[in-house]
């Protein structure tokens, strides 16, 4: 188990840990031990409580984690992709859990905790971690403009765990896209991850202050049964993209109905079956755009489109921008 600290980050080092791998006044990488997987995680220390952590990994074991001494903190959260685990709170213990493509807004008062990330799932996210002090410093005498949960936390009456969880919208995509895909150096850099931060917050705190949400549904309990056959369809569909099953051959191979099968879907990923699935494509998509090189007409015709007009119009309502334009930004960005 590899051991955090908010004081001195990654505890373990060299062969069977993390090794920092850059350094500097305010960013900090580390690389993924070979033994456990590849890829990076990377922090940025924006201010003092402010900070910003971009994950991007591939784990061939399951990897766990531990964290400790970490002050009460809001996390503004993008997953982008990957099954995340964990259970946090000092006093009052609560268990969550992340699957695919989510924002989430969560308050939390006591952090240590435990977390699992699952193995063969590229686990690719960008957080926001900001200490409400320093969030209400940007307010101010305009404290009233925050959502009442949140101004619940500036009165200290919010509970020990507060969790919100969305879709990621066209506009978030596009500044997700940015802090990937930053180019600059030095106190540019700094700034334009701070500005970057900050509409993404920006985004957040506005849907929260049109409706309060229910109890998000991800973290309710499912009989075990349901779960093992929800993840087994989930599975399914991600080994036949280009051709998946059908709702009436996903139902029989479950062993499910058509309606407990898209509400097991519903409380475990936040979407029906058809929208997971519209969902994954896209993802796989933006992946072989991205890195496998491939032309969008290889990359429709891969993922199950028939029409590059479809495919399009989808990948732009997902991703704010088009697949050429994403293709054509790839390349420059290569050169």
Known sequence: MTRYSW????????????????????????????????GTFRRVKIREGFELWIADCLFRKEAYFSFH???SLLLFGFYLSGHYEAVVGRRKKRPLEFYGEQQYLMYINEPDGV????????????????????????????MALLPSAVQRIVEKKGDDIFLRIKDITPAMHVALRQIVDCPYRGVTRKLFFESRSLELIAY???QLSVSEPPPARRSSIMHPGD???????RNLLLRNLD?????????????????????CFRRMFGTTVFQYL?????????????????TVTETAYSVGYSSLSHFAKAYKHHFGISPGAD???KRAVEK
């Open 204 to 206: 957040q705190l506005k």
């Open 327 to 329: 293709f054509r930004r």
């Open 115 to 142: 977390s699992q990330v699952k193995a063969g799932m590229p686990l690719r996210s960008v957080s926001i971690v900001i200490s409400p002090e320093r969030l209400f410093s940007y307010f101010e005498d305009d």
């Open 278 to 294: 519209k969902q994954e494509r896209l993802k796989q998509a933006r992946f072989m755009i991205e890195d496998q090189g491939l």
């Open 69 to 71: 001494d970490s002050p």
């Open 243 to 263: 051709a998946p099953p059908n709702l009436n051959e996903l139902a029989e191979a479950t062993g499910m109905s058509h309606p407990k099968l898209n509400r």
């Open 227 to 233: 779960r093992n056959r929800t993840e087994f369809a």
């Open 7 to 38: 004081k001195s980050g990654f505890s373990t080092y060299g062969k069977d840990g993390f090794a920092l791998a850059e350094s500097d006044r305010f960013e900090h990488c580390w690389c993924c031990p070979k033994s456990l997987g590849e």
